[in-house]
């Protein structure tokens, strides 16, 4: 087997990975190309259309959203201990990155200051499978209509998403939701793996071979090279 200088290679980072061994030759650059896109926007403006795309469980479709146009509202007048839950089914694909934003209207609330109350849900095997539920402060402060906005990541082995919105436990009052939009951002947020000589490999080809232990199958990879 061929030996070549290790100097050369301290400077290489594996961030994320595709399967326990990994050629390097077969690394592509992926950061061009990440283009924004909208992969699902609802403004509540159809009720035909709101209807059939959301599982409404006892949230109301109405003309109480922004500027007096279509909204969804989530009430609850009685403490309770259960989440009060709507969803729809989204277009993601696995590792991407996302952002999700929406306007919605708090009235008579109370609960805690700090709340959750949209996210995405996943789904393996058509079981729960995770899911990025943002939390805000300050909602007990705000009346009017307001924006509010996350980004989040796919997992690799998913194999649908939920959008949500709900009511958590123990809290009253009315949600109004409206101008919901998700676009993707591009590739997922990587893992980095440190390039240690042990983890290498090379044949008489020269072709070298990276090993990692624990890596999700599927993740996207990209090598990198510090500088200095």
């Given at each position: 087997?061929?030996?070549?200088?290790?100097l050369?290679?301290?400077?290489?980072?594996?961030?994320?990975?595709?399967s326990e061994?990994?050629?390097?030759?077969?690394?592509?650059d992926?950061?061009?190309g990440?283009?924004?896109?909208?992969?699902?926007?609802?403004?509540f403006?159809?009720?035909?259309?709101?209807?059939?795309?959301?599982?409404?469980?006892?949230?109301?479709?109405?003309?109480?959203?922004?500027?007096?146009n279509?909204?969804?509202?989530?009430?609850?007048?009685?403490?309770?201990?259960?989440?009060?839950?709507?969803?729809?089914?989204?277009?993601?694909?696995?590792?991407?990155?996302?952002?999700?934003?929406?306007?919605?209207?708090?009235?008579?609330?109370?609960?805690?200051?700090?709340?959750?109350f949209?996210?995405i849900?996943f789904?393996k095997?058509?079981?729960?499978?995770?899911g990025?539920?943002p939390?805000?402060?300050g909602?007990?402060?705000?009346?009017?209509?307001?924006?509010?906005?996350?980004?989040?990541?796919?997992?690799?082995?998913?194999?649908a998403?939920?959008v949500?919105?709900?009511?958590?436990?123990?809290?009253?009052?009315?949600?109004?939701?409206?101008?919901?939009?998700?676009?993707?951002?591009?590739?997922?947020?990587?893992?980095?793996?440190?390039?240690l000589?042990?983890n290498?490999?090379?044949?008489?080809?020269?072709?070298?071979?990276?090993?990692?232990?624990?890596?999700?199958?599927g993740?996207?990879?990209?090598?990198?090279e510090?500088?200095?």
């Amino acid at each position: 087997m061929k030996k070549f200088p290790m100097l050369e290679l301290t400077a290489l980072t594996v961030i994320c990975s595709a399967s326990e061994t990994l050629r390097m030759q077969d690394f592509r650059d992926i950061v061009a190309g990440n283009e924004q896109k909208v992969i699902f926007s609802e403004a509540f403006e159809d009720r035909k259309i709101s209807e059939k795309q959301w599982q409404l469980k006892g949230a109301v479709l109405n003309r109480e959203g922004f500027n007096g146009n279509g909204g969804l509202t989530i009430q609850r007048k009685a403490f309770s201990d259960l989440y009060r839950i709507t969803k729809a089914r989204i277009a993601l694909k696995p590792g991407k990155r996302y952002s999700i934003r929406v306007d919605v209207q708090f009235k008579d609330y109370n609960g805690p200051d700090k709340l959750s109350f949209f996210g995405i849900e996943f789904q393996k095997d058509k079981k729960y499978h995770g899911g990025v539920f943002p939390s805000f402060t300050g909602i007990k402060k705000v009346n009017s209509w307001k924006t509010y906005s996350a980004e989040f990541s796919s997992p690799v082995d998913m194999e649908a998403a939920d959008v949500v919105l709900f009511l958590r436990k123990y809290t009253t009052g009315r949600a109004t939701y409206d101008n919901i939009v998700i676009e993707e951002l591009g590739e997922a947020s990587p893992r980095i793996y440190p390039v240690l000589p042990k983890n290498l490999t090379v044949d008489d080809s020269g072709s070298i071979t990276l090993h990692l232990d624990n890596v999700p199958a599927g993740k996207n990879c990209l090598l990198a090279e510090a500088q200095g």
